[in-house]
DNA sequence: TATGAATGAGCTTTCATTCAT
DNA sequence: CATGAATGAAAGCTCATTCAT
């Protein structure tokens, strides 16, 4: 029984189905059921398994786009680390499941991932130290932990508290970013 | 059709049960099966069901020596609210479980759980800004959300790499707790 | 751990699980949870079963009231065949489950019980086929088969139609669909 | 892992599981484990509830063809009120879950096919009162209370019993307990 | 003899994954 | 290549029944 109206190029699958995994793990959380991703991409079980094997690769591919958005912004030369903070808080609070996902490391795909996040925030970190908003002993590895936390106690939040819990949390940590005065 | 394995007095298997989640949800998380537990113990599901009749139930109970060992501690003169961030530190990361539950706000019994622990917290914060160990405006929400971070970032790390997370973690928040000088 | 409040006579167990049955499955119906009536007669489990071996005994016993109401009334030399419907009609109502009992006739002990009641009905037939108000050629299996009716559709029905529904069948039984010649 | 015991086209499933179903709740009733439905089909658990997220959608699927039976009845200009009674008397003896099902106006869906047999009963029941064969004061809903009483009988007797008892109860029905006057 | 904790089979339901079409 | 029906292994939970105390 071949279905008439699909004759569209087999690319097009892909694309919906990363949109609706943004979607779908924004909504439901990263262990969402996939069935869900791929019903709401109007596509089928099984392409939803040719295009992303697993969960993970599912995952990088919705959140592929947030990382961009953080390459975009430390493009700019007049972007701080500040704001690289906030976009990563922004985008923790839109889907909690993009940091539950970077902290999954056990996976190398992931790690990667971080690993390119934490390079980002890198290139902003000695500017925001010459500046003298940050201690000079602090290093990217912190700046990345330090978005890591937030995002881990909002997504072990309520919907309703988690921005509040990750300002608090940003109060704390920046208090321990700064130096002393 | 008498059991020739089990010679143990019934009473017990509430006891063992308890044991047994502390060891699967600190193995597999705070949503491991329920099974696995019964399994463990080595008693029915019935029985799991009769002494826990939910998830949260069983956590609290499997738990509750955490928060009753931080109480002897808070009731020890000379101990410090120091004393009070290493312990449930350890208890986290032999655990992250404990963290995940106390995390889980929505259940009003878990919410107690957590306002007694930062209780806990605040008797031992006035001695530490007298001793100038931390700012005056930290507040035992403060605290407590401190080691919630920690717990949460180390629930979100490789089993390896937990102590090595908690204690970056740790510096950073510290700094963030003390006063400039 | 022997309980000291209780050495009262072992026979007060069984009559109070004879009225926590008839509660019970009033409530719940007859396939309610035979633990719901140990419970409630405040009785343990093994004494249900030293007492009733299984549910039928215990629905025996529970409308045994039932079927002695219908004795008492049927001895009354000035009740008649629709007071006794009536009897059993209210009966029902109260507990469809009491009709769903005496409808297993599956099991012996019960169809002893239909029959003890279909004899009653039949001491109170030939009255009312001399006062012109039956049809001479109505059986008592006729009868009882009419109160089982009535039974069977309120069990059938929602509880808050169920008086209507009775009463429409009772309707329709003592009329007739077909009209008078 | 390809099952050398499947070569069914696909679809039959849902063809199989409706049989299926027939089958069990006339053997088991209405209240047959949905497990043994699968079972008898021939099919997964998870294929039951592909087709047929609960219990009524089956029962409705399983009974629809009785229904439509009634309808081919009634649609034929030479089919009377009694072929009616008839057909639906047989279908109840066939299956008492069909009678069983029906009465369960708790749920719209099959509210929806109650109210569509009484329509279809109500078709008929003009000619019927024509022919003298009605009293002129019976109404649709005593036509549909009539069925349901005997299949609510027929499916509390034992299966040996129920044509004879169904049999009684048509008689009942038909001429009522009062005499003619 | 009474208790009620314990058992474990069994039910409903969900979901990752496969595979015929 | 895409589809989506089918699978079946769990998971949560209930309850009749047994049996140590």
């Known amino acids: 029984m ?6 569209v190029p087999p690319a097009e699958n892909r694309a919906a189905l990363v949109v609706a ?6 909504d439901q959380g990263i262990d969402a059921p996939l069935r869900a ?9 099984g392409s939803l398994y ?4 697993d969960r993970v690769s599912l995952a990088l591919a919705a959140f592929e786009e947030n990382v961009a958005a953080l390459e975009r912004l430390v493009a ?4 701080t680390l500040a704001d690289c903070f906030d976009l990563l808080t922004e985008q923790s609070l839109a889907a ?10 056990e996976d190398p795909r992931i790690a990667v991932q971080g690993e390119r996040v934490e390079e980002l ?22 700046c990345f932990l330090a978005v890591a936390m937030v995002g881990a106690i909002a997504s072990q939040s309520l919907v309703a508290d988690r ?4 300002e608090q949390a940003w109060r704390l940590l920046r208090r321990g970013l700064a130096p002393e005065r």
Chains 1, 2, 3, 4 share one sequence.
Do not use: T, Y
Request: glycine content about 8%.
């Open 2 to 7: 071949p279905d008439p109206r699909r004759d």
């Open 21 to 26: 995994a943004r979607e779908v793990f924004a």
């Open 37 to 45: 991703v791929a019903r709401r991409a109007g596509v089928g079980q």
């Open 50 to 53: 040719r295009h992303f094997p």
């Open 76 to 79: 700019d030369p007049g972007s």
């Open 96 to 105: 909690v499941a993009f940091i539950a996902m970077l902290n999954d490391l």
């Open 121 to 142: 925030l890198a290139q902003k970190l000695p500017g925001a130290q010459r500046a003298g908003l940050v201690r000079p002993d602090v290093s990217p590895a912190d």
């Open 163 to 166: 921005r509040v819990r990750a």
